[in-house]
């Protein structure tokens, strides 16, 4: 069985208070409402259907949830978001075994899912402010993963001196730059000396970490030679480990866009034990198909063992979820 482990879907419900919430969404907002599978489950069923023996863990699309309002709105969207999402599951329980939850992190409540979905930032604020922290005291004692996803939208710009990104380049490289900085901040906040088990999968294999391994390994290990308003050098000295064994605690999922070099990179980085099959379906040029069939073709041509793939397609995931 193929366990694919981040699909993004919009339950009915949640589609419909959208576009009432935000009407004229741009951006991010303008790409998830034009695509058919997210929220018509005839068409998605299609789709599956072209895989065998395939299942789904399904989460919410972007935007983040806070960015819809105020903590009451965002609180609400959350709320018909994991009521709807559950209910899929509980309906269709051979297409989707489990769901991720989404919390308004402007406001979070508490979990009901095989984990959660968080995103790089807070509307602008990082993850390690000690607001947002307690998500991950309750995620280590629940003992359930948590998926990191990035986001940005085009007002982050190219360059301090423009007002905006171009030819989205926002998206392109501001979303991998954000799941990097994300994680970087997890870290140097020493996340994994407090939780040394704790789950979190990033998406897109790790983002920029595995290709960077020279930059976050001899780089950080000299964190503060280049600093001269602070001395991180007595960070390093009370962090446990060397910057870049943190880094390979994080899990990673597979969804790379059919990028075979990415895939082996990554998967080099962070061994086959901590990587997840995960397509990133729907939003691919033919809406649906093409991220699962680019990544499944490659994952079976890699020169891996078959326990090692098989540990990837459902093996970790039925650990990490603790799913039957």
């Given at each position: 069985?193929?366990?694919?482990?981040?699909?993004?879907?919009?339950?009915?419900?949640?589609?419909?208070?959208?576009?009432?919430?935000?009407?004229?969404?741009?951006?991010?907002?303008?790409?998830?409402?034009?695509?058919?599978?997210?929220?018509?489950?005839?068409?998605?069923?299609?789709?599956?259907?072209?895989?065998?023996?395939?299942?789904?863990?399904?989460?919410?699309?972007?935007?983040?949830?806070?960015?819809?309002?105020?903590?009451?709105?965002?609180?609400e969207m959350a709320k018909i978001a994991n009521?709807?999402?559950?209910?899929?599951?509980?309906?269709?329980?051979?297409?989707?075994?489990?769901?991720?939850?989404?919390?308004?992190?402007?406001?979070?409540?508490?979990?009901?899912?095989?984990?959660?979905?968080?995103?790089?930032?807070?509307?602008?604020?990082?993850l390690d402010k000690p607001e947002t922290m307690p998500l991950f005291d309750l995620m280590a004692e629940l003992d359930l993963p948590i998926w990191l996803h990035p986001a940005?939208?085009?007002?982050?710009?190219?360059?301090?001196?423009?007002?905006?990104?171009?030819?989205?380049?926002?998206?392109?490289?501001?979303?991998?730059?954000?799941?990097?900085?994300?994680?970087?901040?997890?870290?140097?906040?020493?996340?994994?000396?407090?939780?040394p088990n704790l789950k979190i999968i990033t998406h897109h294999l790790g983002a920029m970490i595995p290709y960077f391994e020279g930059r976050v390994g001899p780089g950080w290990d000299q964190l503060g030679t280049r600093t001269s308003d602070e001395d991180y050098t007595l960070l390093l000295k009370k962090l446990k480990k060397r910057p870049l064994d943190y880094f390979h605690m994080f899990y990673a999922d597979t969804a790379v866009f059919g990028s075979k070099s990415a895939t082996v990179c990554g998967l080099d980085f962070f061994g086959a034990d901590k990587v997840l099959f995960a397509s990133d379906s729907p939003f691919d040029p033919e809406k649906g198909s093409a991220y699962i069939r680019w990544t499944i073709d490659i994952l079976d041509k890699l020169e891996i063992t078959d326990a090692e793939r098989k540990a990837i397609y459902e093996g970790n995931a039925r650990r990490l979820l603790k799913l039957k």
């Open positions: 069985m193929k366990i694919d482990i981040f699909n993004h879907i919009f339950p009915k419900a949640y589609f419909d208070k959208m576009f009432e919430v935000l009407p004229n969404g741009k951006d991010m907002h303008k790409r998830v409402r034009a695509v058919p599978s997210i929220v018509d489950l005839d068409e998605r069923f299609r789709i599956m259907d072209k895989f065998g023996d395939y299942v789904q863990i399904i989460c919410l699309g972007a935007p983040p949830i806070e960015v819809y309002g105020a903590a009451a709105i965002a609180t009521d709807g999402m559950a209910e899929l599951v509980r309906r269709y329980p051979d297409r989707f075994p489990g769901f991720i939850a989404s919390l308004p992190m402007n406001d979070p409540p508490g979990l009901g899912a095989v984990g959660v979905q968080i995103f790089s930032n807070v509307l602008g604020r990082p940005r939208g085009a007002d982050f710009p190219d360059y301090k001196g423009e007002k905006k990104s171009h030819y989205e380049i926002w998206w392109t490289f501001g979303w991998p730059y954000e799941t990097s900085v994300a994680m970087a901040h997890l870290v140097f906040a020493g996340l994994f000396d407090k939780h």
